[in-house]
């Protein structure tokens, strides 16, 4: 018989599992009593000899109160009479430890902590959530057929596109995750100034969002658009023999690719370029060419951060000479945000999204209390590199602190979170171990 899960009160029980005694670990059976012991100490009852269910109290099974076989008439006579039936005592008041201080109660009419006493209370009053429907999983593809592991982000790969990313997007729905977005690593002989390959209609983007809305047609596909990955020069845009990117004439390649990326099936375009004006573009080239539903989730605050190191590893895309600031965001800028989201929203974005995600949580808060689309925080490669390699050398609890950080980012105001996490995140929150 298949094992079966049980949610219960967190109070006093802990998930329940109905399972084969035979087949469990870390339990022993007492046939002469009937008691099943954990590894730990504690005991069980066995409720039938092919199953049992475990009580994660430590305490001994009472035994059930006897029905007296009285009428509801007969019950309430008695009780009318003085002759209550017993019940358990009021328990003691736990003591304290020797030493305490006797002290007056402070006069507070409000308490705080009363709300968050027991685990029952603070699961009724949690004010945020946090879903596997809450997550865009990022995967690495690429030309070859196996999998590589990226050296600075330990637990990702370069997936092989006809094998290892149907084989990691069937896990990532396995849990919950139906939500990914592709990144490729582009041959280098097919990189140029101009990033043509990015609109190729065979190249590797496209040919993987075929393959994967044949396997999987209710897979939600997000796709990059910048030309970064495709361009010989390793920026977003076309670049100038004086250095200089060229804004216009980079969106009109943008266009291009965002067409490509729509016709091979892709759901939601994400322009990460940080170019003036590419959003309502776009949306134009988009529509004109029979697109109208495929959203724009517009990277609408992306910093000039050195947090991206990692991921640039995974894709060989480090600019050849300079940096980004010319069009990614100055770190120390707040209300540049609003600039940039005013125009996304009124060049028709249906997400807005903020890149890094942690350590711009006033900036995810700023979006959401300003706008009225959803928003999206990217928890970048950086961040996840940082969270393995504390859990890696013991400093931290890897577990609890990707938890505590993808919440942080919700309860920011995220609706969505685009996290490397995304898979292992998915596993905990359905019980499940790594």
């Known amino acids: 018989m298949a094992s079966t899960m049980i949610s219960v009160s967190p109070s006093n029980f802990a998930s329940i599992r109905e399972l084969k005694a035979q087949t469990h670990t870390g339990l022993k059976l007492n046939g002469r009593t009937n ?23 430590n305490e001994k099974e009472a035994a059930p109160l006897k029905k007296l076989g009285l009428t509801d008439e007969e019950c309430e006579a008695a009780v009318v009479a003085g002759n209550a039936p017993e019940a358990p005592p009021v328990p003691p008041k736990p003591a304290a430890p020797a030493g305490t ?30 879903s596997p429907a809450n997550f865009v999983y990022p995967l690495f593809i690429h030309e070859g057929e196996e999998d590589t592991p990226i050296g600075a982000m330990p637990g990702c790969y370069r997936l092989g596109w006809r094998h290892g990313l149907l084989e990691e997007v069937s896990k990532a729905r396995d849990v919950g995750v139906n939500s990914i977005v592709l990144f490729p690593k582009v041959p280098d002989a097919l990189k140029t100034p101009t990033g043509d390959e990015a609109y ?41 023999e004086d250095g200089v990117i060229m804004n216009d004439e980079t969106v009109h390649q943008l266009c291009k690719q965002a067409v490509a990326q729509a016709r ?34 517009s990277y609408t605050a992306k910093y000039a951060s050195a947090f991206y190191g990692p991921f640039r590893e995974a894709l060989d895309s480090n600019p050849r000479f300079g940096d980004k600031k010319t069009y990614q965001m ?5 209300r540049e945000a609003l600039v940039e989201a005013r125009a996304d929203e009124a060049e028709g974005a249906d997400i807005l999204l903020v890149k890094p995600g ?40 890897e577990e609890k602190v990707m938890m505590e950080s993808l919440m942080c980012l919700r309860r920011a105001g995220a609706d969505i979170i685009l996290t490397y996490f995304a898979l292992q995140a998915a596993r905990c929150l359905c019980g499940e171990k790594r």
Not at 383 to 388: A, C, G, P, Q, R
């Open 35 to 57: 008691q099943v012991y954990f590894n730990t100490g504690g005991m069980i009852k066995v409720r039938s000899s092919s199953r049992f269910i475990i009580n994660a109290s």
């Open 101 to 130: 201080p006797l002290a007056s109660l402070l006069p507070l009419n409000k308490r705080p902590r009363r709300n968050r006493k027991s685990p029952v209370l603070r699961a009724a009053f949690q004010e945020t959530q946090l």
């Open 200 to 240: 190729n209609e065979n190249g590797l983007v496209p040919r993987a969002i075929r393959l994967l809305k044949d396997k999987y047609p209710d897979l939600v596909i997000y796709t990059d658009v910048a030309l970064d990955p495709y361009s010989s020069d390793g920026h977003d845009g076309i670049v100038r």
């Open 264 to 297: 091979a099936g892709a759901d939601v375009v994400s322009p990460s370029d940080m170019m003036d004006g590419r959003v309502g573009a776009l949306r134009q080239a988009l529509d004109a060419a029979g697109f109208p539903d495929v959203s724009i989730m």
């Open 330 to 334: 100055n770190p120390a800028n707040y």
């Open 358 to 397: 942690l350590p711009y949580l006033d900036i995810v808060r700023l979006l959401r209390d300003s706008s009225p689309l959803p928003i999206a925080a990217y928890q970048v490669s950086g961040e996840y590199s940082m969270i393995k390699a504390g859990g890696a050398l013991k400093m931290i609890d």
